[in-house]
């Protein structure tokens, strides 16, 4: 018998995400045969302890006995249970200060920790990941925001509508842009999410070259690839490992689409020794159109540098004006460029995204718990057990034993 506990989320702001829904815990068990499943009491989350308790799932507060316990945010350090194994986000292997305490606690109490950044596949491929919903939202809340600064139309904020298909329903106002420009950057899931938006609100793909030399009399978008924005600083021919590998060898072209666009919606992944798209001292110029960003990666002081801080779901908007380089209320002067950088967004469509999810896990951890992690899969994405780090990330040593 193996005894999986699904854990209220404890982190403030809350997080209305689960692991697995009611349906996908009704599957695994029938799926995994000696799998049960238990879930802690929550008054927040999307799926109401109701709807487990009316599938024959267990509801209760305490979470002992369980094998494996899994959330989806950093699990409170108070609420951290000493000899477990834990599957969650840590968002420590970057040695983020915010959860240094985190890791230390995880060490102290000889908990195993799998983090679902780093559970992949043969490739190295992430897996497990909300990305998609992030797209989705982002692409979403980028029209919103475009809409409010212009006046054109007010769609429903996302994280006020039941689901996406209840979200679906607004597309229809956007038929009042105008003949606007959209830059979609990245090519992974979050970009492939925003893609999935802009497609079903009916706004046209058009090449790279199009969008940049070509005028249109309706709304169009296209997607960039790194090697649209970026070249080698010494003039070499573009090679895409080496970017992945060397990307301080390459400097931002994002220049040529800065004076065609007029909403940019930020997917693609940043690494800090990468070339930004545009620096502080672009913004503002005739050559720099854009007026609305939707910072997807919501990179602080990032690839965008204007996103000089992340914003909320209540509050997902701030405007920074180029003459002064202050940051301003949303919508708050025609000159200013309005930038919408929620860090949590799929948490606005929490139901659709804890479907996905749930999915995810099905197919790709569960089975490694009965086949005794043939593929490695769990050993890969282990960060630390018995009060140890793994080998793996034995450079966060320093990180996780500062000040103990």
Same mark, same amino acid.
């Given at each position: 018998?193996?005894?999986?506990?699904? +854990?209220?989320?404890?982190?403030?702001?809350?997080d209305?995400?689960? =692991?697995?829904?009611?349906?996908?815990?009704?599957?695994?068990? &029938?799926t995994? #045969?000696?799998?049960?499943?238990?879930?802690?009491?929550?008054?927040?989350?999307s799926?109401?302890?109701?709807?487990?308790?009316?599938?024959?799932?267990?509801?209760?507060?305490?979470? @002992?006995?369980?094998?494996?316990? +899994?959330?989806?945010?950093e699990?409170p350090?108070?609420?951290? $249970?000493?000899?477990?194994?834990? $599957?969650?986000? &840590?968002?420590?292997?970057?040695?983020?200060? *915010?959860n240094?305490?985190?890791l230390? *606690?995880?060490?102290?109490?000889?908990?195993? +920790?799998?983090?679902?950044?780093?559970?992949?596949?043969?490739?190295?491929?992430?897996?497990?990941?909300?990305?998609?919903?992030?797209?989705? !939202?982002?692409?979403?809340?980028?029209?919103?925001?475009?809409?409010?600064?212009?006046?054109?139309?007010a769609?429903k #904020?996302?994280?006020?509508?039941?689901?996406?298909?209840?979200?679906?329903?607004?597309?229809?106002?956007?038929?009042?842009?105008?003949?606007?420009?959209i *830059?979609?950057?990245?090519?992974?899931?979050?970009?492939?999410?925003?893609l999935?938006?802009?497609?079903r609100?009916?706004?046209?793909?058009?090449?790279?070259?199009?969008?940049?030399?070509?005028?249109?009399?309706?709304?169009?978008?296209?997607?960039?690839?790194?090697?649209?924005? /970026?070249?080698?600083?010494?003039?070499?021919?573009?090679?895409?490992?080496?970017?992945?590998?060397?990307?301080?060898?390459?400097?931002?072209?994002?220049?040529?689409?800065?004076?065609?666009?007029?909403?940019?919606?930020?997917?693609?992944?940043?690494? =800090?020794?990468?070339?930004?798209?545009?620096?502080?001292?672009?913004?503002?110029?005739?050559?720099?159109?854009?007026?609305?960003i939707?910072?997807?990666?919501?990179?602080?002081?990032?690839?965008?540098?204007?996103?000089?801080?992340?914003?909320?779901? =209540?509050?997902? @908007?701030?405007?920074?004006? #180029?003459?002064?380089?202050?940051?301003?209320?949303?919508?708050?002067?025609?000159?200013?460029?309005?930038?919408m950088? !929620?860090d /949590?967004?799929p948490?606005?469509?929490?139901r659709?995204?804890?479907?996905?999810?749930?999915?995810? $896990? +099905?197919?790709?951890?569960?089975?490694?718990?009965?086949?005794?992690?043939?593929?490695?899969?769990?050993?890969?994405?282990?960060?630390?057990?018995?009060?140890?780090?793994?080998?793996?990330f034995?450079?966060?040593?320093?990180?996780?034993?500062?000040?103990?």
């Amino acid at each position: 018998m193996l005894k999986i506990g699904l +854990l209220c989320e404890g982190k403030t702001p809350p997080d209305r995400r689960v =692991p697995l829904t009611p349906k996908k815990c009704v599957e695994a068990q &029938s799926t995994f #045969p000696g799998l049960q499943i238990i879930v802690q009491n929550s008054p927040l989350r999307s799926y109401a302890d109701q709807e487990y308790r009316d599938l024959g799932i267990e509801v209760r507060e305490d979470m @002992a006995g369980c094998d494996v316990l +899994l959330g989806v945010k950093e699990v409170p350090v108070a609420q951290l $249970l000493p000899y477990q194994t834990y $599957l969650f986000f &840590s968002h420590t292997i970057k040695a983020q200060p *915010a959860n240094q305490q985190l890791l230390r *606690a995880v060490l102290d109490r000889s908990i195993k +920790l799998i983090d679902y950044e780093l559970i992949t596949n043969e490739r190295g491929e992430r897996v497990v990941a909300f990305g998609r919903y992030a797209g989705i !939202v982002g692409a979403y809340n980028g029209l919103l925001t475009y809409g409010r600064k212009h006046g054109l139309f007010a769609l429903k #904020p996302a994280h006020e509508c039941v689901d996406m298909d209840d979200m679906q329903e607004e597309y229809f106002k956007v038929k009042a842009l105008p003949p606007i420009k959209i *830059a979609v950057t990245g090519t992974g899931r979050v970009a492939q999410g925003a893609l999935e938006v802009l497609d079903r609100v009916g706004i046209r793909r058009v090449s790279v070259y199009d969008y940049l030399y070509h005028d249109f009399r309706e709304p169009v978008y296209a997607q960039l690839c790194s090697a649209d924005y /970026n070249s080698r600083r010494d003039g070499r021919v573009w090679d895409t490992t080496d970017f992945h590998r060397h990307p301080e060898a390459y400097k931002s072209t994002f220049g040529l689409f800065a004076p065609v666009t007029d909403l940019l919606i930020a997917c693609a992944f940043w690494h =800090p020794a990468a070339p930004r798209l545009f620096e502080l001292a672009d913004v503002g110029g005739p050559n720099f159109r854009i007026n609305t960003i939707a910072d997807v990666t919501c990179d602080v002081n990032g690839s965008i540098p204007i996103t000089q801080r992340s914003t909320s779901i =209540p509050d997902p @908007a701030f405007d920074y004006d #180029p003459t002064t380089g202050v940051l301003a209320p949303p919508y708050s002067g025609p000159q200013n460029i309005t930038v919408m950088a !929620v860090d /949590n967004l799929p948490c606005e469509l929490p139901r659709n995204a804890s479907r996905d999810f749930g999915r995810q $896990l +099905l197919d790709h951890v569960f089975p490694q718990f009965f086949n005794g992690d043939a593929g490695g899969v769990l050993a890969r994405a282990t960060i630390a057990m018995e009060g140890k780090l793994t080998e793996r990330f034995g450079y966060l040593a320093g990180y996780a034993g500062a000040g103990r």
